[in-house]
């Protein structure tokens, strides 16, 4: 088993490894194709046999079929994981209608996922993103009420601003956020992240490289029928100065042995103690990598110049993340 770090959600929350398992991409989710469930589930046991216990998902990935693969990975295991929902958005033949955060939604949500997980609570709940809708001191209300009947142990939250994570806070102790962040997308550290760390909340970060860009495997332009295409940072002149960039961070990891993806994992888990990179994988062969990342240290030279090739703002355009 290798040794994962770990880490503590909130002041006073649980000690998980400080590298996490999204586990999204094991379903099929805004047109993706599903990966092989046998794979998913063995990928996901390899992951907690490694010391990885934190495992991501959400009650619409896959209309609900995510979470009943990860109930099926986890079967005879529970104590081995610590199980992080997301919940409120509405999908119909996958297509993104909206989100329903409303308390009578939110007590509907939870049942369903317990029940497709084949447990009896779930160690952080939280709403996948805000839209004003509803109150915050509403949503987190309702899944305090949740905590006080046993049936969620932790509360967090995911892509919402300071002032929102402030009055989330306000309402009910949150142990972690969860939020885009890379070398790519660095908009969080103006208010965001300072707000967390003040408030003593974790944070969850995905998305390390910025929907495949820092992976240099990227070349322009990309096939007609590449789903980036829906994202002005991977069109036209975009994609083609934002590819100069990732450069850099190749030819730095080349010079180290290790690859760019590596190399974007080992920047955002570098962040602080208490960030997390959630890294996702359906395939058993990425985890000896993904966890030979959070080893991967930098001389002052390369992180000044990856900070200085990636400071806020160098990559242009934007991915769904700030939509």
């Given at each position: ?211 495949g860009l820092l992976t ?64 996702s994988m359906s395939r ?40």
């Amino acid at each position: 088993m290798e040794n994962i770090k770990k880490i503590q959600l909130g002041n006073n929350g649980p000690l998980v490894s400080k590298l996490g398992l999204g586990c999204m991409r094991m379903s099929s989710v805004w047109g993706s194709k599903a990966q092989d469930e046998t794979e998913s589930i063995a990928t996901i046991q390899a992951a907690l046999d490694n010391g990885i216990n934190f495992l991501n998902t959400g009650d619409f990935y896959g209309a609900g079929h995510n979470e009943l693969l990860v109930g099926k990975a986890i079967k005879g295991r529970r104590d081995d994981a610590f199980i992080s929902v997301k919940f409120g958005a509405i999908f119909h033949n996958g297509q993104w209608l909206g989100l329903d955060l409303r308390p009578m939604a939110i007590k509907n949500f939870i049942n369903y996922s317990l029940v497709r997980l084949g447990i009896d609570n779930i160690d952080l709940y939280q709403p996948c993103r805000m839209d004003g809708s509803v109150p915050v001191e509403d949503i987190i209300g309702t899944v305090a009420d949740l905590v006080k009947e046993g049936k969620v142990r932790h509360i967090g939250v995911s892509e919402i601003t300071a002032e929102q994570l402030r009055a989330a806070n306000n309402a009910y102790p949150i142990s972690a956020l969860e939020i885009g962040y890379s070398l790519a997308d660095r908009q969080i550290e103006a208010d965001l992240l300072p707000t967390a760390k003040e408030l003593g909340i974790s944070v969850v970060a995905f998305a390390n490289t910025a929907e495949g860009l820092l992976t240099g495997d990227m070349k322009a332009p990309l096939a007609a029928d590449d789903y980036h295409n829906h994202f002005s940072r991977f069109q036209g002149d975009n994609l083609v100065k934002n590819l100069e960039k990732v450069e850099v961070l190749k030819s730095i990891a080349a010079d180290k042995g290790v690859t760019p993806t590596q190399l974007a994992i080992a920047w955002v888990n570098l962040q602080g103690e208490h960030i997390m990179p959630l890294v996702s994988m359906s395939r058993r062969t990425r985890l000896p990598e993904n966890i030979a990342a959070m080893n991967i240290t930098f001389s002052d030279s390369e992180w000044e110049t990856l900070n200085r090739e990636f400071a806020p703002g160098a990559i242009l355009g934007g991915t769904y993340l700030q939509r």
